[in-house]
């Protein structure tokens, strides 16, 4: 079982519409979770960070976090053009020896076609 | 200059080159860490430093070798690599090392010939 699970895609929708991405991990002792996009050819960038269960908005984006679950989701609505990107979902356990060590999904590919 | 800064940008080297990859936080971090992409694959952790002190080893092989001077610079020095040693090679920053989000500079794109 991997660490991080996400749908690779590609995730198409039309512009305007809500994106849904979605994320599940296996350690119970994750703490920290985060979502980058990564266009293609550049590094990550931070877009949203959820430490809570629960909802957390940030513009055009809530994150989305359930513990119970194992399951963390990143909503973009009024999707544009420029969302279309690949978007990295990734957790940091609480301690032990991984303690600081970002854990990355196999990213999820989104479009957004006008 | 801002965020976290790679040098260089991309590197062809041969297998038995020794070359440098540099990094530099202007955040005011505590935390610094070295990843690598490869094509197809998650973003692994190599290192990680934390106040100048390597904390982590990912098992990396000794080919590649990281030196943190202080707490603004990190270092991957590179000596005899392997093809499948090309990658996007990737330096981030965090406040400390631990729960905190975690900042990418815009990577090394490496190929070894």
């Known amino acids: 079982q991997k660490e991080v699970e996400q749908n690779s895609g590609p995730l198409s929708v039309p512009e305007g519409a809500i994106a849904s991405l979605n994320c599940t991990y296996s350690d119970r002792g994750s703490q920290s979770f985060f979502w980058y996009r990564q266009y293609s050819g550049k590094s990550p960038e931070l877009i949203m960070f959820i430490y809570s269960n629960g909802d957390k908005e940030d513009g055009r984006f809530t994150a989305q976090l359930n513990k119970a679950s194992q399951y963390v989701s990143l909503l973009i609505r009024d999707s544009q053009p420029s969302d279309s990107a690949t978007y990295l979902c990734a957790v940091i356990r609480a301690g032990g020896t991984s303690y600081g060590k970002l854990t990355f999904g196999q990213g999820t590919i989104l479009t957004v076609h006008p | 200059e801002t965020g976290v800064t790679q040098t260089p940008r991309h590197l062809v080297m041969g297998m038995t080159n020794k070359k440098s990859l540099k990094c530099e936080q202007h955040l005011g971090h505590n935390a610094m860490y070295w990843y690598k992409q490869s094509a197809k694959k998650p973003l692994e952790l190599m290192f990680v430093?934390?106040?100048?002190?390597?904390?982590e080893n990912n098992s990396v092989p000794s080919r590649f070798s990281p030196e943190c001077p202080n707490s603004s610079h990190l270092f991957l020095h590179l000596h005899t690599l392997q093809p499948e040693d090309s990658a996007l090679y990737l330096c981030a920053s965090s406040q400390e090392r631990g729960l905190y989000e975690q900042y990418f500079g815009p990577g090394t794109r490496l190929t070894v010939t």
């Open positions: 430093y934390s106040l100048e002190e390597r904390v």
